[in-house]
């Protein structure tokens, strides 16, 4: 399926494309299970694509060079915002002295996948070189527009969207003051969208900023000035709602606010998701990342006009957050090794991804017969169950303490009544109740002598809500522990 989707992609069939997306809804409980890097089912990006939308990261240069995290970023997203590059003190760090290297590196990568590109930033009081703001104030505008000419026409027809300027406002609505707004006031707004619509007149223009998720003094301000900038002819084509969250602060008015500004007539994007937590991470805020993922993307799923979700990184790993907020991370879809998360999960499903437990058929044909268990085998299990009203979310590590190491596994468990199972990662888990056998995925098949393998479901349930007993690994009992 993904292979038919990147073929159509290349051919240059978007409706092709969009087709074998859409058949790919059907077939997906039949694929779940032997998808592509980083999932258990359709990617993300193509049950974006079957909606009309896009998923979308942000990446890095020093990113380029991590094999995982590009295998990852290459099969689930179908837009890339780079994270560094294209801001000013990269690409003019002395006056009219530009290096496109950087970001044209990440222009290069999103083309080998089939990614569109959001251009990230032109215009922002942050990593902007101390030239700038040493400048007279007389010179401020020519600098700005030079550089804002100078770039977008470097990346003409191949950037998607431009955030022009970015994060304009104060908590209290207020306009930030910079280099920018000091030499030109609030007018140095609608300069830089019209710069930017002279030199490439195709890419969607954007304003972007953080706290503006909800209906707030800051977003109100945003919602006002986007108005004013509409009723006056300036060229503005979007507004990024950062949205930077902390687990269980998605604001309840996110999608009237998301609404309200699609009614002025401009797009929404989601731009740089993440949902930070303190760590190490508790399973309780693991599961409530999974809700405010499937929140967000169904807040703007809602709204024809918000058009597409990006994640600010790839994984726990590369994500920003640890170095900006200290003693807070775990704020993605994936985990440190690039496993999908339960966030992972609640977003396929937000997108519309099959949530049934997956096919058989779809077993790995490298697995074992559970009959047959190699010699020496023996296991221990550790379970953990994070549980809401009708909804529960169970991990498992099941370590291999036999003297030899299994190319494929098959562990069998027993569910309690009621229980049944949704969707699973690091694994095919069937049938969806009872006695039910979860299969080693191509990727984890090797599990050496005293090695582990961790892999979990999401499952309904009915008021009970204990963790799965009766463990055993290629026909062995397990102990707990
Ligand atoms: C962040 C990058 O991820 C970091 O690597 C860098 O050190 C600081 O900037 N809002 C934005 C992004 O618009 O450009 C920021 O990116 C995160 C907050």
Same mark, same amino acid.
């Given at each position: 399926?993904?292979?038919?989707?990147?073929?159509?992609?290349?051919?240059?069939?978007?409706?092709?494309?969009?087709?074998?997306?859409?058949?790919?809804?059907?077939?997906?409980?039949?694929?779940?299970?032997?998808?592509?890097?980083?999932?258990?089912?359709?990617?993300?990006?193509?049950?974006?694509?079957?909606?009309?939308?896009?998923?979308?990261?942000?990446?890095?240069?020093?990113?380029?060079?991590?094999?995982?995290?590009?295998?990852?970023?290459?099969?689930?997203?179908?837009?890339?915002?780079?994270?560094?590059?294209?801001?000013?003190?990269?690409?003019?760090?002395?006056?009219?002295?530009?290096?496109?290297?950087?970001?044209?590196?990440?222009?290069?990568?999103?083309?080998?996948?089939?990614?569109?590109?959001?251009?990230?930033?032109?215009?922002?009081?942050?990593?902007?070189? =101390?030239?700038?703001?040493?400048?007279?104030?007389?010179?401020?505008?020519?600098?700005?527009?030079?550089?804002?000419?100078?770039?977008?026409?470097?990346?003409?027809?191949?950037?998607?969207?431009?955030?022009?300027?970015?994060?304009?406002?104060?908590?209290?609505?207020?306009? !930030?003051?910079?280099?920018?707004?000091?030499?030109?006031?609030?007018?140095?707004?609608?300069?830089?969208?019209?710069?930017?619509?002279?030199?490439?007149?195709?890419?969607?223009?954007?304003?972007?900023?953080?706290?503006?998720?909800?209906?707030?003094?800051?977003?109100?301000?945003?919602?006002?000035?986007?108005?004013?900038?509409?009723?006056?002819?300036?060229?503005?084509?979007?507004?990024?709602?950062?949205?930077?969250?902390?687990?269980?602060?998605?604001?309840?008015?996110?999608?009237?606010?998301?609404?309200?500004?699609?009614?002025?007539?401009?797009?929404?994007?989601?731009?740089?998701?993440?949902?930070?937590?303190?760590?190490?991470?508790?399973?309780?805020?693991?599961?409530?990342?999974?809700?405010?993922?499937?929140?967000?993307?169904?807040?703007?799923?809602?709204?024809? !006009?918000?058009?597409?979700?990006?994640? +600010?990184?790839?994984?726990?790993?590369?994500?920003?957050?640890?170095?900006?907020?200290?003693?807070?991370?775990?704020?993605?879809?994936?985990?440190?090794?690039?496993?999908?998360?339960?966030?992972?999960?609640?977003?396929?499903?937000?997108?519309?991804?099959?949530?049934?437990?997956?096919?058989?058929?779809?077993?790995?044909?490298?697995?074992? =017969?559970?009959?047959?268990?190699?010699?020496?085998?023996?296991?221990?299990?550790?379970?953990?169950?994070?549980? +809401?009203?009708?909804?529960?979310?169970?991990?498992?590590?099941?370590?291999?303490?036999?003297?030899?190491?299994?190319?494929?596994?098959?562990?069998?468990?027993?569910?309690?009544?009621?229980?049944?199972?949704?969707?699973?990662?690091?694994?095919?888990?069937?049938?969806? =109740?009872?006695?039910?056998?979860?299969?080693?995925?191509?990727?984890?098949?090797?599990?050496?002598?005293?090695?582990?393998?961790?892999?979990?479901?999401?499952?309904?349930?009915?008021?009970?809500?204990?963790?799965?007993?009766?463990?055993?690994?290629?026909?062995?009992?397990?102990?707990?522990?």
């Amino acid at each position: 399926m993904a292979a038919q989707l990147r073929a159509a992609r290349r051919r240059g069939h978007a409706l092709a494309a969009l087709a074998v997306a859409a058949a790919g809804g059907l077939l997906a409980a039949a694929t779940l299970g032997s998808g592509p890097a980083g999932a258990a089912g359709t990617p993300l990006r193509d049950l974006a694509e079957a909606k009309g939308s896009y998923f979308g990261t942000a990446v890095t240069q020093s990113n380029l060079g991590n094999s995982t995290l590009t295998a990852v970023a290459g099969a689930q997203f179908d837009m890339v915002t780079p994270g560094n590059e294209m801001k000013w003190d990269t690409t003019e760090s002395s006056a009219s002295n530009f290096n496109f290297g950087p970001g044209d590196q990440i222009v290069s990568f999103a083309k080998a996948h089939s990614m569109r590109v959001r251009g990230h930033t032109l215009v922002w009081h942050s990593q902007l070189p =101390s030239w700038v703001g040493n400048l007279p104030k007389t010179q401020v505008q020519a600098a700005m527009e030079n550089h804002i000419t100078t770039q977008t026409t470097h990346y003409k027809g191949q950037v998607y969207s431009w955030d022009v300027v970015n994060e304009p406002f104060n908590e209290d609505g207020s306009l !930030r003051t910079s280099p920018f707004y000091n030499a030109m006031g609030s007018g140095y707004i609608a300069d830089a969208l019209r710069t930017a619509r002279a030199a490439d007149p195709n890419a969607k223009l954007y304003l972007n900023d953080y706290n503006i998720e909800g209906t707030n003094a800051k977003s109100d301000a945003m919602y006002q000035l986007v108005s004013s900038l509409k009723s006056q002819g300036v060229p503005i084509d979007g507004v990024g709602l950062e949205s930077h969250f902390i687990v269980g602060q998605v604001p309840s008015t996110m999608k009237a606010n998301i609404q309200r500004f699609a009614a002025l007539g401009v797009d929404v994007a989601i731009t740089e998701l993440d949902d930070r937590m303190q760590v190490p991470a508790s399973a309780a805020n693991l599961a409530q990342q999974a809700t405010d993922y499937a929140t967000v993307i169904s807040n703007c799923l809602a709204v024809s !006009r918000c058009v597409g979700v990006s994640q +600010w990184g790839v994984g726990d790993a590369d994500s920003w957050i640890p170095g900006a907020f200290s003693g807070y991370g775990a704020a993605t879809m994936y985990d440190n090794t690039y496993q999908p998360k339960a966030s992972y999960t609640s977003a396929a499903t937000a997108l519309g991804g099959a949530a049934g437990s997956p096919s058989p058929s779809s077993s790995p044909s490298s697995s074992p =017969s559970p009959s047959t268990p190699p010699s020496g085998s023996g296991c221990k299990v550790g379970t953990q169950v994070s549980a +809401w009203n009708t909804g529960l979310t169970e991990n498992i590590t099941v370590t291999n303490t036999g003297g030899s190491a299994l190319n494929g596994w098959s562990v069998k468990f027993t569910l309690p009544g009621g229980q049944s199972v949704s969707s699973a990662w690091n694994a095919t888990v069937s049938p969806a =109740s009872g006695q039910v056998t979860a299969t080693n995925l191509p990727y984890n098949a090797a599990l050496p002598a005293g090695g582990s393998v961790s892999f979990g479901f999401n499952a309904d349930h009915t008021g009970n809500t204990a963790a799965a007993t009766g463990f055993s690994l290629n026909g062995v009992a397990c102990t707990a522990g």
